[in-house]
């Protein structure tokens, strides 16, 4: 078995290169609300040309049951809805600069969106959670596990619900 000696300048690189790392850890622990070093976020709802670009689409879908409680409404904003699936992806950033990123892609889920181009604040609750901003629920509510069911409805600018969906067997 051969012995790795360090000379004295490649001592003092790794000794000064864990202490940064060390640092760095425990100040952005400091730093950061919650105590965190890694921070773990959701994409926003795009359209569905960007998710096409990001290669994250997978399929356009249409509920399997539909509740217009508000006619007017819901007419108004039906042709500019754009429902579909895309993967369920997170990315996760680490520590206070967060210049490290790593995306995070989970088999077993799907992204459930429901996008309004247009907006004029519009809100989506799915199964009875937190309603969301239409197009910018940075959330983990739109994921779902392939094969469930869900209950969405959109709610307007007074959270007033206009339509209620059902999608059954969600992504198979």
Same mark, same amino acid.
């Given at each position: 078995?051969?012995?790795?000696?360090?000379?004295?300048?490649?001592?003092?690189?790794?000794?000064?290169?864990?202490?940064?790392?060390?640092?760095?850890?425990?100040?952005?622990?400091?730093?950061?609300?919650?105590?965190?070093?890694?921070?773990?976020?959701?994409?926003?709802?795009?359209?569905?040309?960007?998710?096409?670009?990001?290669?994250?689409?997978?399929?356009?879908?249409?509920?399997?049951?539909?509740?217009?409680? %508000? +006619?007017? $409404?819901? &007419?108004?904003?039906?042709?500019?809805? !754009?429902?579909?699936?895309? *993967?369920? @992806?997170?990315?996760? #950033?680490?520590?206070?600069?967060?210049?490290?990123?790593?995306?995070?892609?989970?088999?077993?889920?799907?992204?459930?969106?429901?996008?309004?181009?247009?907006?004029?604040?519009?809100?989506?609750?799915?199964?009875?959670?937190?309603?969301?901003?239409?197009? %910018? +629920?940075? $959330?983990? &509510?739109?994921?779902?596990?392939?094969? !469930?069911?869900?209950?969405? *409805?959109? @709610?307007?600018?007074? #959270?007033?619900?206009?339509?209620?969906?059902?999608?059954?067997?969600?992504?198979?």
């Amino acid at each position: 078995m051969r012995k790795v000696v360090l000379k004295k300048g490649s001592q003092i690189f790794l000794v000064t290169s864990i202490t940064i790392v060390i640092l760095y850890i425990l100040i952005s622990m400091w730093i950061i609300p919650g105590g965190k070093f890694i921070y773990t976020y959701y994409p926003t709802q795009t359209p569905i040309n960007v998710a096409k670009d990001k290669g994250s689409f997978i399929k356009e879908i249409s509920p399997s049951n539909i509740n217009i409680i %508000d +006619s007017l $409404s819901y &007419f108004r904003i039906k042709n500019d809805l !754009s429902i579909y699936l895309c *993967k369920d @992806l997170s990315y996760r #950033r680490y520590g206070f600069f967060q210049f490290l990123k790593r995306e995070i892609e989970n088999p077993d889920f799907v992204c459930l969106n429901i996008v309004k181009s247009n907006i004029d604040i519009l809100y989506v609750q799915y199964d009875n959670l937190l309603p969301v901003v239409m197009g %910018d +629920s940075n $959330s983990d &509510f739109k994921f779902f596990k392939i094969g !469930s069911n869900a209950i969405v *409805k959109i @709610l307007d600018k007074n #959270r007033k619900e206009i339509v209620r969906m059902y999608f059954s067997n969600l992504g198979k």
